[in-house]
Nanobody, 128 residues
Framework: QVQLVESGGGLVQTGGSLRLSCVAS????????MAWFRQAPGKEREFVAA??????????FYADSVKGRFTIARDNAKSTVNLQMNSLKPEDTADYYC???????????????????WGQGTQVTVSS
């Protein structure tokens, strides 16, 4: 069983930065694909970024809305995946969730139903 614990959320002004962290328990973190999703009030959960494990390597993907502003990075030694968020906008306000699934093949990384494990979420609020 994998447990994911997020941290790093908070209140920030427009243009500011935050760094979210997700620590995973369990074994074989290096063989898991990891992702961040977010959900704003009244909206569906949406994909933010992923670091997937397949083809003997890791691959990163971003939603168009965050490309160039957010960076996902994993540290296998610490079983951690971070999301560095820069140039934050009010529309980035949401609860952010870490997700994981074991994988050694390409899959639709932006589909939340493809992930087996989820954290409890951390709130990010960007004030205008």
């Amino acid at each position: 069983q994998v447990q994911l614990v997020e941290s790093g959320g908070g209140l920030v002004q427009t243009g500011g930065s935050l760094r979210l962290s997700c620590v995973a328990s369990g074994r074989a973190f290096e063989s898991y694909s990891m992702a961040w999703f977010r959900q704003a009030p009244g909206k569906e959960r949406e994909f933010v970024a992923a670091t997937t494990c397949h083809d003997s390597g890791y691959h990163t993907f971003y939603a168009d809305s965050v490309k160039g502003r957010f960076t996902i990075a994993r540290d296998n030694a610490k079983s951690t995946v971070n999301l560095q968020m820069n140039s934050l906008k009010p529309e980035d306000t949401a609860d952010y969730y870490c997700a994981s699934t074991p994988s050694n093949y390409y899959f639709d990384y932006d589909n939340p139903t493809r992930y087996d494990y989820w954290g409890q979420g951390t709130q990010v609020t960007v004030s205008s």
